[in-house]
């Protein structure tokens, strides 16, 4: 029954993309709160034809009609509606979100059977027997929570007579209704038959190792855990205060509005000699004795005050439908479907062929041996709407010699600064030139750059990792290699290799000249 309509909203590049969904009657707004706007409609429209044409003709029963208006105007929005309301939207959609992931789905079971009780004769056997019970066990705990099912299986012959139950496994959920008085839930009988089963097949050798009845096992305790949990939302619910304040706060709210909202039109007075003198309505510096707001208009439709009672309403509803997902509303889990799709799905599971029943060659691979290309093919329509590769942040950035900061006395070893580097997931190759690494530009000689400039493309898939003869997928460039002490400018590992040759031969004339 979940009313699904996305499908309407394909892409919000359209003027109003949601404009279309507003006349969709099943599950929508006005469907859910048109008869409590009618009413309140209704008796606003008799309240103010009561007030203008009966209750005006008597003074004094007038004036305190619009004194208890102009009171429950002012202090109507002392009720903090908003908070209240939003607060408890907020958990409510939050617990029916939670019930839907807390559904029982039989499709991991199914495949672990196939998997790990493979064959066919008895094993298939098992694999059918296990899967019919999982099911047996998910529709007794929808049983305890929806109506629907309810209404579905009434009795457990109802159960028999689909197919779900044999006579023999019903006299055994007798015995332990009895025992229990039927006060506990027994969706787990049904799991521990099949914990039971697999426990039986692994002594005779159907199941391979330990490791696999583990998982097996863990598969069906998987299905008792989430049925236990479905059962905890329905047992505690939200706390029934919290329900019962945010119902009395909103439909409080609207009731003082009925008169809040009125128009009004009390008796004008004129002040003289310390009485008040009645005057006719459009007497200039004439007062009201209510204390009414007299710029407000006379509007026989109370606009903003019915499109506040749609939001607030509305937003109430949505509380009222998604409280109990279990139940007849529009959007309620369509819980027959799920019970449907998942005892047929998972026959077909456990009845596929696995290795034992074929001897068909293995086919060959759609791409061959070679590599597939970097993008699937598109239809016609599918190209119209082909984007670009994603960029992350730095694939287009560039740094520049003018964008290094300059130094100035001695430069530290470990810092480094990385010029024209230039990276994207577009390009396959490297260039020396453009991941030279600097420390200082006006060190670099013109001549070193000119040499520098021609770039070595190498691709990625065929390229050799540094200072070894092994081939390897990637290029490695020890562009972070930490600088030696005092060293100015690396270029390669070329010009590093030349440094630390040139820097022990200057060393070692250093020692000599001291001995001598």
């Not at 109802?158 to 006579?167: C, I, N, R």
């Not at 329905?234 to 509005?257: C, D, E, K, R």
């Not at 990637?474 to 290799?497: C, F, G, K, R, W």
Request: aromatic share 12%; glycine share 6%; charged share 25%.
């Amino acid at each position: 029954m979940t009313v699904t309509y996305i499908q309407h909203v394909p892409t919000a590049g359209k003027i109003g993309a949601f404009f279309r969904l507003l006349f969709m009657w099943k599950g929508g707004v006005v469907k859910g709160i048109w008869r409590d706007l009618v009413m309140y409609c209704i008796l606003y429209a008799a309240i103010s034809v009561g007030y203008r044409y009966g209750i005006s003709q008597d003074e004094k029963m007038k004036l305190n009609f619009e004194r208890v208006c102009v009171y429950f105007r002012r202090n109507g929005d002392y009720i903090p509606l908003s908070f209240i309301l939003g607060f408890y939207v907020t958990q409510v959609v939050s617990r029916w979100w939670g019930q839907f992931t807390t559904l029982a789905w039989p499709d991991t079971l199914a495949m672990n059977l196939l998997s790990y009780l493979p064959g066919n004769g008895k094993p298939k056997k098992i694999r059918r027997l296990v899967i019919r019970w999982a099911n047996l066990a998910n529709i007794l705990t929808l049983r305890l929570m929806s109506t629907e099912i309810t209404r579905r299986f009434p009795t457990y012959d109802h159960l028999v007579e689909a197919g779900l139950l044999t006579e023999k496994e019903l006299e055994k959920l007798d015995k332990i209704i009895k025992t229990t008085d039927a006060l506990y839930p027994i969706h787990w009988v049904p799991l521990q038959w099949g914990q039971i089963e697999l426990r039986k097949a692994k002594e005779e050798g159907h199941i391979s190792s330990d490791l696999v009845f583990t998982k097996l096992q863990e598969s069906l305790q998987d299905l008792e855990m989430k049925n236990k949990s479905l059962l905890g939302y329905g047992w505690m619910n939200i706390p029934l205060v919290y329900t019962q304040l945010v119902t009395i706060a909103v439909h409080v709210y609207f009731l003082v509005s009925l008169l809040g909202r009125q128009y009004l039109t009390p008796t004008r007075y004129i002040g003289a000699n310390g009485d008040f003198i009645k005057v006719p309505p459009d007497t200039p510096e004439s007062v009201n004795l209510v204390g009414h707001d007299d710029s407000v208009l006379d509007f026989y439709i109370p606009f903003f005050t019915i499109m506040q009672f749609i939001f607030y309403f509305g937003w109430l509803k949505v509380a009222e439908i998604l409280i109990n997902p279990f139940g007849d509303d529009d959007d309620d889990f369509d819980v027959n479907y799920i019970i449907d799709r998942n005892f047929q799905t998972s026959y077909l599971m456990v009845d596929g062929k696995d290795g034992e029943e074929t001897d068909d060659e293995l086919e060959d691979d759609t791409y061959g041996n070679n590599i597939p290309p970097s993008a699937l093919p598109h239809t016609v329509e599918s190209f119209k709407y082909k984007e670009s590769p994603p960029v992350l942040p730095t694939d287009n950035l560039v740094v520049t010699d003018d964008d290094l900061a300059p130094t100035e006395g001695k430069i530290d070893s470990n810092l480094m600064f990385v010029s024209n580097r230039k990276l994207s997931i577009k390009s396959c190759s490297l260039s020396w030139y453009n991941r030279r690494i600097s420390l200082k530009s006006e060190l670099c000689s013109r001549k070193e750059i000119q040499r520098r400039k021609q770039s070595l493309h190498l691709q990625r898939s065929a390229s050799e990792v540094v200072d070894d003869d092994s081939t390897g997928p990637m290029i490695v460039i020890d562009e972070a290699t930490y600088l030696a002490p005092n060293m100015e400018t690396i270029h390669s590992l070329e010009s590093q290799n030349s440094f630390y040759i040139d820097q022990a031969e200057k060393n070692s004339e250093s020692e000599k000249k001291a001995e001598g």
